[in-house]
């Protein structure tokens, strides 16, 4: 919800008396700091009313209206003055013809409170100042035709209102002593209009009436509990809402039934804005034009989206969604954890979203099958685990999928390589030596397989076999693999195994395996010293002798029996570089060493170290580049 107060002004007479009110309403919320906008659309003369009051630049509405349709809300913020603004009207037509709510939206951001001053006249079918309302102010003097133009007014009012609008009756007497109607006393106070004038006034004379029922009158408007329905079951905020779009979710799911062959997501918000405007006429439920807004975007994520964390996905800052239970949803920002705000309402609802990934992969979860891995329509990689595995409710966790594709220009930029370590990488990549990436989880081992992967020439053939498709390679002749899961009947399951082997049958000028987890690290092996040169794959290790003793104890799950030593060998002839990535406390992700792999006289392998990053000095250190290796 908006934190913006809405405080409506209706003005049922001529007479001057409100402008003291308004003025002093403006100097005292300067006073307390509170950004406040007001817009006076009392008259085409009212500009005149507030240059008697010393305001140095009068803005007209009309001219705005027109502004911002033509600038952003960044640009609209520069124009307007952050901290107070008046605005007056020149033309009528242009106000009723323009869509006003469009225009608030814009300022809610911006201002603590905004005023908007009216007269009777406006109260009319096109003038639909109760979508916004959440005070309304109604002033009148305590003569004959005064008091039945309140009275009118109040009818007009009673007809459109809903209870969640608040109204606070200002009554004006003769003798200049007026009083601000309360539930329960009335305050008075002497009507000085020519010190008002003054802005020093407000804040020098604290014993004046006028000055304490100037405070009194904003702290019954600060301290106002909001109501956000008309209906009288839905009462209490939080726990209303809540009930309210549950109703909601459940008779739009019904309705939504009839639109089942309409795929389109922005056709499918569209359906569901107007049936729910349907849905709220039915129920009889008037809500605040920014409330009712956020209510069909929360239903919306809910029914074409993944709920409460479809801002998240959205959010191109946040590289990884971590959801542990119902309450706890983490994120993953320039390498660093943080905690949200948010949380999903029930168990259900979460297990909703996970419903709803695993079925857009053909996957599925249950009991009898607590986990699965996915993605999301954009790459992004899915993985979730359920009861009985898990003991604190369903787990979620999304590695994002980034739009912008990062080049080893923007790894210089951030520190993680220099230009020297991106040439030999280069080099190696042209000259086909084969390369394995390795680093723990997160460190960014598949981005940088991508870049690596660029280097390649535009006339090989480039197979790439990965458990969740990532790899976005840019070259022409590309054939993508993707692994598939076990199906409900538990058949059609494809591995990285079966790919791997099925490729070689392809003519592939290039292999690039995702991830080497399990048995199909051997044949990787295998294809590499069998003339499948400049092939890639990644590996979870912390370092680079770490990621040959894991390679070593995959390979051994192949089932094939070959001694230990073999498979150590096959190593040193197949890989012939490592890079190691690391990830630092700080967020941040190095390039920490790149190591040549070499057999040495006893036909197992050395490591030759070629860069290494010295932490201390904060810069990466060439080694040793070994004569005729590239």
């Keep these: ?73 960044q640009m609209l913020q520069t124009y307007l003055n952050g901290s107070q603004e008046i605005l007056c009207i020149k033309n009528y037509d242009i106000i009723l013809n323009k869509n006003l709510n469009y225009f608030f939206e814009y300022l809610y951001p911006i201002y603590d409170n905004i005023i908007l001053v009216t007269s009777d006249k406006l109260l009319n079918d096109n003038f639909k100042i109760f979508e916004n309302t959440d005070i309304m102010l109604l002033p009148f003097i305590n003569e004959p035709v005064s008091f039945d133009n309140y009275k009118l007014n109040v009818g007009k009012i009673l ?26 006393n009335d305050i008075t106070f002497d009507y000085i209009d020519n010190e008002v004038l003054n802005p020093a006034f407000l804040f020098k004379d604290q014993s004046n009436k006028f000055v304490q029922s100037l405070k009194l009158l904003v702290e019954k408007i600060n301290n106002i509990k909001e109501h956000n329905y008309t209906y009288s079951d839905f009462y209490d905020l939080k726990q209303n809402y809540n009930k309210l779009k549950e109703k909601l979710h459940f008779d739009l799911l019904e309705k939504m039934k009839r639109y089942s062959t309409v795929s389109e997501q922005n056709k499918l918000k569209e359906i569901i804005l107007q049936q729910t405007e349907s849905l709220l006429k039915i129920y009889k439920i008037n809500l605040k034009f920014h409330l009712k807004k956020q209510l069909i975007k929360e239903l919306s994520d809910d029914i074409v989206g993944l709920g409460v964390i479809e801002d998240l996905i959205s959010d191109d800052t946040i590289s990884e969604i971590m959801v542990n239970g119902t309450e706890k949803i983490y994120i993953e920002k320039h390498g660093k954890l943080f905690q949200t705000d948010i949380c999903f309402q029930n168990e259900k609802k979460l297990k909703t979203v996970i419903d709803k990934i695993a079925s857009f992969a053909g996957r599925h979860i249950d009991e009898a099958s607590p986990l699965v891995d996915a993605r999301l329509k954009d790459g992004s990689r899915v993985n979730a685990i359920i009861a009985p595995v898990v003991l604190n409710g369903p787990i979620l966790t999304i590695r994002k999928f980034s739009k912008h594709k990062l080049s080893y220009s923007d790894l210089i930029s951030f520190g993680s390589i220099n230009e020297q370590m991106i040439k030999f990488l280069k080099l190696a990549v042209e000259k086909k030596k084969n390369i394995l990436i390795s680093g723990g989880t997160g460190t960014g081992k598949t981005t940088f397989l991508n870049i690596l992967s660029g280097f390649i020439g535009k006339d090989e053939r480039i197979i790439t076999i990965e458990d969740s498709a990532e790899l976005q390679l840019q070259q022409k002749h590309v054939i993508r693999l993707e692994a598939r899961a076990k199906s409900i009947e538990n058949t059609g399951e494809i591995t990285i195994r079966q790919l791997l082997i099925n490729s070689l049958r392809m003519r592939p000028d290039r292999i690039i395996v995702g991830e080497c987890r399990s048995a199909e690290t051997l044949d990787m092996l295998q294809a590499m010293n069998t003339g499948h040169d400049g092939s890639m794959t990644t590996v979870h290790s912390n370092s680079c002798s770490d990621a040959i003793s894991r390679l070593v104890v995959m390979a051994l799950t192949a089932g094939v029996e070959l001694p230990e030593k073999s498979i150590t060998s096959m190593i040193a002839s197949a890989i012939n570089i490592i890079v190691q990535i690391k990830r630092f406390p700080d967020g941040t992700r190095k390039i920490y060493e790149i190591v040549a792999l070499e057999k040495d006289k006893t036909c197992i392998y050395k490591l030759i170290p070629i860069f290494k990053y010295d932490e201390e000095n904060k810069s990466f250190n060439i080694i040793n580049i070994p004569e005729n290796f590239i």
């Design 1 to 73: 919800m908006q934190n913006s107060r809405f405080i409506s002004v209706i003005q049922a007479d001529n007479s001057v008396y409100l402008n003291t009110l308004l003025n002093g309403l403006m100097k005292i919320f300067s006073y307390r700091n509170k950004k406040t906008i007001l817009i006076d659309l009392r008259g085409t003369s009212c500009d005149v009313v507030w240059k008697l009051y010393g305001t140095e630049k009068i803005k007209y509405i009309d001219y705005v209206l027109g502004l911002i349709e033509n600038i952003n809300k």
């Design 159 to 184: 007809k459109k209102q809903t209870t969640d609008i608040q109204i606070i009756p200002l009554k004006f007497i003769t003798n200049n002593i007026f009083d601000i109607s309360t539930d329960k």
